[in-house]
Nanobody, 116 residues
């Protein structure tokens, strides 16, 4: 069963904006502990870039702080990532992630390419 559906991604010029979304299945949404976005750049390991806890507390890695915003709309069971002032080094496959009762769930990934 697919629990996280992650459409989107795309090609954008440096300085541009792009929004990602991730819909979480009803099966696992009720007991979500942490929701997060990771990314994997070419030749690099997958890295955490931001997360949001059930109480709304957020964390951002320094490289995206002030440019990216993570949010969730529980009524839609959806996690969002708003990205602005994109840079070529933001080029990566972006994955949504959910921790539910000790189990990890991953989206299928959305490819984001930022051109000069």
């Amino acid at each position: 069963q697919v629990h996280l559906v992650e459409p989107g991604g795309g090609l954008v010029q440096a300085g541009g904006t792009l929004n990602l979304s991730c819909e979480v299945s009803e099966t696992i949404f009720g007991n979500v502990n942490i929701m997060a976005w990771y990314r994997q750049s070419p030749g690099k390991e997958r890295e955490l870039i931001c997360n949001i806890l059930s109480g709304g507390f957020t964390y951002y890695v320094d490289s995206v702080k002030g440019r990216f915003t993570i949010s969730r709309v529980d009524a839609k069971r959806t996690l969002f990532l708003q990205m602005r002032d994109l840079k070529p080094e933001d080029t990566a496959v972006y994955y949504c992630y959910v921790l539910n009762s000790g189990r990890d769930y991953w989206g299928q990934g959305a490819r984001v390419t930022v051109s000069e």
